[in-house]
C-alpha cells in the first residue's frame, strides 16, 4: 500500500481521494460515494436525521404537514456506523494523550456534536483507548481532519496526516508532543 505522509494536507491528494470509490470486502457503498436518493422527504428511522432537498440534516424538526408524507428509511451515516465502516481514522499517541485522556475525549465529543448538526453522516464510528493510543474511527475524511486539528489546537503537539493510495483513507496521528517518532 502506496501512502503519502506530510505534515500539511495535501490538496491535490484531497481531491483525488474524495474521487475514490471506497473498497471494502462487503461491498457497502460509502457515505461519499453518489447512491439512490430516498424519498423527499424521509426520516431516519434510526437517529431522525430528515432527508429533504438532497440533504440529510439533524435536529430539524419535519414541519407537521409533511410527518404524514415522510417516508421511512435508514440514513447513509447509521448504515455505516452499523456496518463499522470508515474512512477516517485519528490516533492519539504519546505521554501527553494518556494524562488528559479524559479532556481530550470530551474535546473530540464536542467536535462529533458540532459536525454532526449540519452534516449528520460525519459520525464516530468508534473509539478505542488500548493503554497507548486512543483509536477514533470515522465515516468521513473530514471530520478525522478536524478532530486532529482541534486537539492540535487545544492541547498543541502535532498533527499528520496519510491518504491511503488504496481507498482513500485518512489516518490523522495527533501526538502531543512536538516530536513525532518515526513510524
Ligand atoms: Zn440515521
Given at each position: 500500500m502506496k501512502q503519502r505522509t506530510t505534515g500539511n494536507i495535501p490538496q491535490k491528494g484531497l481531491?483525488?481521494?474524495?474521487?475514490?470509490?471506497?473498497?471494502?470486502?462487503?461491498?457497502?457503498?460509502?457515505?461519499a460515494q453518489k447512491q439512490r436518493a430516498p424519498e423527499d422527504p424521509s426520516?431516519?428511522?434510526?437517529?431522525?436525521?430528515?432527508?429533504?432537498?438532497?440533504?440529510?440534516?439533524?435536529?430539524?424538526?419535519?414541519?407537521?404537514?409533511?410527518?404524514?408524507?415522510?417516508?421511512?428509511?435508514?440514513?447513509?451515516?447509521?448504515?455505516?456506523?452499523?456496518?463499522?465502516?470508515?474512512?477516517?481514522?485519528?490516533?492519539?499517541?504519546?505521554?501527553?494523550?494518556?494524562?488528559?485522556?479524559d479532556a481530550i475525549r470530551s474535546r473530540i465529543a464536542n467536535v462529533e456534536r458540532r459536525a454532526e448538526f449540519t452534516q449528520p453522516e460525519r459520525r464516530i464510528v468508534s473509539s478505542k483507548w488500548d493503554?497507548?493510543?486512543?483509536?477514533?474511527?470515522?465515516?468521513?475524511q473530514k471530520l478525522a481532519h478536524r478532530i486532529a486539528r482541534e486537539l492540535q489546537k487545544a492541547f498543541g503537539g502535532r498533527a499528520r496526516?496519510?491518504?491511503?493510495?488504496?481507498?482513500?483513507?485518512?489516518t490523522a496521528i495527533w501526538q502531543g508532543e512536538t516530536?513525532?517518532?518515526?513510524?
Open positions: 481531491t483525488r481521494s474524495l474521487d475514490r470509490r471506497g473498497t471494502r470486502s462487503n461491498m457497502s457503498p460509502p457515505v426520516v431516519c428511522d434510526s437517529c431522525g436525521s430528515i432527508y429533504t432537498a438532497k440533504t440529510w440534516r439533524r435536529n430539524r424538526p419535519l414541519p407537521a404537514k409533511l410527518i404524514n408524507a415522510a417516508a421511512w428509511t435508514i440514513c447513509p451515516a447509521c448504515k455505516q456506523a452499523k456496518s463499522g465502516e470508515y474512512f477516517g481514522r485519528v490516533l492519539v499517541r504519546g505521554a501527553k494523550a494518556s494524562a488528559n485522556l493503554g497507548a493510543t486512543l483509536e477514533v474511527l470515522t465515516t468521513s496526516y496519510t491518504w491511503s493510495d488504496q481507498d482513500g483513507a485518512l516530536r513525532l517518532p518515526r513510524t
